[in-house]
């Protein structure tokens, strides 16, 4: 109801952005299943009910989606399985997509940012205390932070770049 009401509103839905992120702290060993089973949830999950609530309205302007999986899709950290397996899903979800819909002249892309200034990176931080030092000792970009802000910036980048081509 929320997607259709936004395209009422607006008139049309070219570009949708599925990011559905939240993280649990633990090893395979210890975390419970309801927290491990709530991120594969919402991090898949919530991916696919955006993307399958805004196909429709992509196949009548040719739109674009794009879906934020993570550095963690191909880099997993040790202590979070859970977001590294989600984010995988994601991706691997946004790839089968993208071929479902090519032909409905609908594209989908995946992006993988590394470590946003977010309350998951803080938290991990606050919570895990090598979770900085394992940061730092991997290799740029996977070392650095970036702005929520500067990723919102590559992303609306991106977007009008598409856009511009099509």
Do not use: M
């Amino acid at each position: 109801k929320a997607v259709d009401d936004a395209a009422a509103h607006f008139g049309r839905i070219d570009h949708v952005l599925a990011n559905a992120g939240i993280a649990s702290y633990g090893t395979v060993r210890q975390i419970d299943d309801a927290s491990f089973a709530r991120v594969v949830d919402i991090n898949i999950n919530g991916v696919y009910r955006t993307l399958h609530a805004t196909i429709p309205h992509l196949e009548q302007t040719k739109g674009y989606a794009l879906v934020v999986a993570s550095l963690a899709s191909f880099a997993p950290l040790a202590g979070l399985a859970s977001y590294n397996a989600s984010k995988a899903g994601a991706e691997s979800l946004a790839l089968a997509a993208k071929q479902e819909v090519a032909f409905l002249g609908i594209d989908i892309g995946v992006c993988h940012p590394s470590w946003i200034d977010t309350d998951i990176v803080r938290n991990a931080e606050a919570d895990l205390p090598t979770f900085r030092a394992i940061r730092e000792k991997l290799p740029y970009p996977a070392n650095s932070t970036t702005t929520l802000e500067e990723c919102v910036d590559a992303i609306l980048t991106g977007f009008a770049k598409r856009k511009a081509r099509v």
